[in-house]
């Protein structure tokens, strides 16, 4: 079984930045995918960005820019900086894993944070 933690959420300005951080543990044989998440109230789940295992990386329009997804393969743990955050930021963030343990594929999910951008 795969936990994830997510750590980073709060409060903050309009224009200010946080930091994102969701830690993947359990019998891990291999991570794939690596993204970030958000659902706002009344709104769907959205991708907001992610990170295949080569590297490669996917943001949605809004975000282009200002944020930054990143991933430590040692620590199996992806990040997302955000960087002059809007109101319409304001969700909670999920961080979701893909990957397989020695047993069978797994995808996991974050027990999601909430980001609130004042303006």
């Known amino acids: 079984q795969v936990q994830l933690v997510e750590s980073g959420g709060g409060l903050v300005q309009a224009g200010g930045s946080l930091r994102l951080s969701c830690a993947a543990s359990g019998s891990i044989f291999s991570i794939n995918t690596m993204g970030w998440y958000r659902q706002a109230p009344g709104n769907q789940r959205e991708l907001v960005a992610a990170i295949l295992s080569g590297g490669y990386t996917n943001y949605v329009d809004s975000v282009k820019g200002r944020f930054t997804i990143s991933r430590d393969n040692a620590k199996n743990t992806v990040y997302l900086q955000m960087n002059s955050l809007k109101p319409e930021d304001t969700a909670v963030y999920y961080c979701?894993?893909?990957?397989?343990?020695?047993?069978?594929?797994?995808?996991?999910w974050g027990q999601g944070t909430l980001v609130t951008v004042s303006s």
């Open positions: 979701n894993i893909r990957g397989a343990t020695i047993y069978k594929p797994f995808d996991a």
